[in-house]
């Protein structure tokens, strides 16, 4: 079992950036894949940025790639999304998610594949 707290949301003029960090307590966190993903009101929860237990593999959505880094520290079992050149409509509720799993190298995009995930945090960008 593992528990995930994200932090470092909030308000951000269009073309600032933005961290946001994911700590995990309980179980190994070298042993899990993490993702992030985020959810506008009334849509439908999206990926965002994922990354391979080693954290030497990435994938990123279209809409935030070139804009968004996802990397890790597992020594501080941590995740972080560094959101640059930001965008009224990156505004939603950015979550992260961990899939246990004995595949170092494979990086999930689906969120149905992921059994954990945290509370969630805001992140608004104003126009």
């Known amino acids: 079992q593992v528990q995930l707290v994200e932090s470092g949301g909030g308000l951000v003029q269009a073309g600032g950036s933005l961290r946001v960090s994911c700590e995990a307590s309980?179980?190994?966190?070298?042993?899990?894949?993490m993702g992030w993903f985020r959810q506008a009101p009334g849509k439908e929860r999206e990926f965002v940025a994922a990354?391979?237990?080693?954290?030497?593999?990435?994938e990123y959505a279209d809409s935030v790639k070139g804009r968004f880094t996802i990397s890790r520290d597992n020594a501080k079992k941590s995740v972080y999304l560094q959101m640059n050149t930001l965008k009224p409509e990156d505004t939603a509720v950015y979550y992260c998610?961990?899939?246990?799993?004995?595949?170092?190298?494979?990086?999930?995009?689906?969120?149905?594949?992921?059994?954990?995930w945290g509370q969630g945090t805001q992140v608004t960008v104003s126009s």
């Open positions: 998610a961990a899939r246990s799993t004995p595949a170092s190298g494979s990086v999930y995009t689906d969120p149905i594949r992921y059994n954990y």
């Open positions: 309980g179980r190994t966190f070298s042993a899990y894949a």
């Open positions: 990354i391979n237990r080693r954290g030497d593999s990435t």
